[in-house]
């Protein structure tokens, strides 16, 4: 059984190449998304974050199996509120990765898709970023430099999600 999203390189039968379709579009699109709001430099880390925890959101909203394809305007709204600050979006990627994973144990094979969803979270649960401390005290740096200011190391993803938020804002 071919997996949902999934396209052959090849229509023969058996031991076929499917390509994750779905994981790669969603990326697309976040990719797309953050670099029209020109919020960071393509190449650094912070923008890989946002892309990744953009496209966590994009891939696992998508409940019925199909990517809005040109209706991505028509989703802003739904990525908007899965990303805002007051709700618990760890929660919620664990519940639909919990949820992809047992379709992937009753389908015929692994989804490439969610095999590489799941890299990517991975990588925003493992890796950590310096980020300013946001809950630090206002002036409280000697000298007062942005750069200057108090900082943490922060997950990945608290990091990438908001500027995946703003950057739909942007859009």
């Known amino acids: 059984?071919?997996?949902?999203?999934?396209?052959?390189?090849?229509?023969?039968?058996?031991?076929?190449?499917?390509?994750?379709?779905?994981?790669?579009?969603?990326?697309?699109i976040a990719d797309e998304l953050l670099r029209t709001g020109d919020l960071m430099p393509p190449t650094s880390f912070e923008f890989r974050a946002g892309r990744d925890a953009l496209a966590l959101t994009i891939f696992l909203s998508d409940t019925d199996g199909e990517l809005p394809g040109i209706r991505v305007v028509t989703q802003l709204e739904t990525w908007l509120s899965l990303t805002a600050y007051d709700q618990p979006w760890q929660d919620w990627v664990e519940e639909r990765m919990s949820q992809l994973?047992?379709?992937?144990?009753?389908?015929?094979?692994?989804?490439?898709?969610?095999?590489?969803?799941?890299?990517?979270?991975?990588w925003l649960e493992e890796t950590e970023l310096l980020a300013p401390d946001l809950n630090a005290v206002p002036?409280?740096?000697?000298?007062?430099?942005?750069?200057?200011?108090?900082?943490?190391?922060?997950?990945?993803?608290?990091?990438?999600?908001?500027?995946?938020?703003?950057?739909?804002?942007?859009?």
């Not at 071919?2 to 052959?8: D, E, F, L, P, V």
């Not at 090849?10 to 076929?16: C, L, P, Q």
């Not at 740096?141 to 995946?164: M, N, R, Y």
């Open 101 to 122: 994973r047992a379709v992937a144990k009753q389908a015929d094979g692994p989804s490439p898709d969610l095999e590489l969803a799941e890299a990517a979270w991975r």
């Open 1 to 28: 059984m071919q997996h949902r999203g999934h396209q052959s390189t090849d229509g023969a039968g058996g031991g076929e190449l499917t390509v994750p379709m779905a994981w790669l579009y969603a990326e697309y």
């Open 139 to 171: 002036g409280g740096a000697p000298g007062g430099g942005e750069d200057e200011g108090p900082k943490v190391w922060t997950p990945a993803w608290q990091l990438g999600l908001p500027l995946g938020h703003l950057a739909i804002h942007l859009f």
